[in-house]
């Protein structure tokens, strides 16, 4: 079956601006994950959506949000884009999202660099 | 803070060797402990996982052997092979949580 889809897999801001990524579970999972991916700060987790609500969130400003639509497809947007946004961001899906079911799906990620 | 910290950052290995990375964590809240291997321009995927209850889990070349009072945990990969030669994270989470708290990662590179 068809893994995580995120889109796009790569775009260039400049500060100030805004961004849209979106990503496309596993059918039939309703848990979206997000997390940055930076080489200084490694894998930090955003937040995560079930039945399109936002059960957790990570230690991130407000200019970050995300969304989850009912048929789980799940968006995340950064506001007001800082140099240091510049990271991988990466979805993962998985069945209900705690760790009873243990395994997160991960997507090939969105690259985004702010100039 | 910190909460899962990996060693080392970079590992160099010869085919056929033994490579080791550690992981240490201060949550005693954990309680489920993946390893994720990461190949370049692609996402992390689940390699092995254990919760501790057992004090060592293997699949194939892989091994996880966990140390509950140390709060130490690492990955063994035996007879390591140039198609290993990747990036590897540990991680730690609690159940029924949804998020996972990853080690900063260690780049291995097997030599053939």
């Known amino acids: 079956k068809a893994g995580v889809t995120q889109t796009p897999r790569y775009l260039i801001k400049t500060r100030g601006q805004q961004v849209t990524l979106s990503c496309s579970p596993i059918s039939g999972h309703r848990s979206v994950s997000w997390y940055q991916q930076t080489p200084g700060q490694g894998l930090q987790f955003l937040f995560e959506y079930f039945s399109e609500t936002q059960r957790n969130k990570g230690n991130f400003p407000g200019r970050f949000s995300g969304r989850q639509f009912s048929n789980s497809r799940s968006e995340m947007n950064v506001s007001t884009l800082e140099l240091g946004d510049s990271a991988l961001y990466l979805c993962?899906?998985?069945?209900?999202?705690?760790?009873?079911?243990?395994?997160?799906?991960f997507g090939e990620g969105s690259r985004l660099t702010v100039l | 803070q910190q909460q899962v910290k990996q060693s080392p950052q970079s590992l160099i290995v010869q085919k056929g060797g033994i490579s080791i990375i550690n992981c240490a964590y201060e949550?005693?809240?954990?309680?489920?402990f993946p390893w994720y291997q990461q190949f370049p321009g692609k996402g992390p995927a689940l390699l092995i996982a254990i919760r501790p209850d057992v004090s060592e889990k293997k699949e194939g070349r892989f091994t996880i052997s966990f140390n509950k009072s140390a709060k130490q945990f690492s990955l063994h990969i035996m007879d390591s092979q140039p198609g290993d030669s990747a990036t590897y994270f540990c991680?730690?989470?609690?159940?029924?949580?949804?998020?996972?708290?990853f080690g900063t990662g260690t780049r291995l590179t097997v030599i053939p």
């Open positions: 949550n005693t809240a954990f309680d489920y």
């Open positions: 991680a730690a989470a609690k159940t029924g949580a949804n998020n996972l708290f």
């Open positions: 993962a899906s998985s069945l209900d999202g705690g760790m009873s079911t243990g395994e997160l799906f």
